[in-house]
C-alpha cells in the first residue's frame, strides 16, 4: 500500500494561488497515476484533476479547469496541483490519490493522503 501525504494548504485571499504537493512515502510514484480530489463540507469527493503514469494524459474537472495545473515529477515521488485564480468556492480539503488510470471517478483510486485544507477568503 502506498503511503501519500499532501502539503501546501493553507489561507488565500480570492484570486491568490498555491500550490498543493503529495508526496509517494515508501512507493513509487512512477507506477501509478495520479488524481487530486476535493471534498467541501456536507458534501462528496469531488474530481479535480488527474494525470497518467507517463505524464502524456492530464484531465480537470469542469470547474478548475484553465485555472489549476496538475504535473508529477517522478524522481522525487511527488505529485503536484497549481491553483491559480483562487475562488472562494474552491475551499476544501484537498485529496492526493493512486490508482492504476487517471480515473474522474474516486472509487477508482486505491491509496488516498489524508488532505489538506484550503480556504480561499472573499
Known amino acids: 500500500q502506498m503511503q501519500l501525504a499532501e502539503s501546501g494548504g493553507g489561507s488565500v485571499q480570492a484570486g491568490g494561488s498555491l500550490r498543493l504537493s503529495c508526496v509517494a512515502e515508501?512507493?513509487?510514484?512512477?507506477?501509478?497515476?495520479v488524481g487530486w480530489f476535493r471534498q467541501m463540507p456536507g458534501k462528496g469527493r469531488e474530481f479535480v484533476a488527474s494525470?497518467?503514469?507517463?505524464?502524456?494524459?492530464?484531465y480537470y474537472g469542469d470547474v478548475v479547469r484553465g485555472r489549476f495545473t496538475i504535473s508529477r515529477d517522478d524522481a522525487a515521488d511527488t505529485a503536484y496541483l497549481q491553483m491559480d485564480s483562487l475562488e472562494p468556492e474552491d475551499t476544501a480539503i484537498y485529496y492526493c490519490?493512486?490508482?492504476?488510470?487517471?480515473?474522474?471517478?474516486?472509487?477508482?483510486?486505491?491509496?488516498w493522503g489524508r488532505g489538506t485544507q484550503v480556504t480561499v477568503a472573499s
Open positions: 490519490a493512486a490508482g492504476p488510470a487517471p480515473y474522474n471517478y474516486y472509487n477508482y483510486y486505491t491509496d
Open positions: 515508501g512507493g513509487i510514484l512512477s507506477t501509478v497515476a
Open positions: 494525470i497518467s503514469r507517463n505524464s502524456a494524459n492530464t
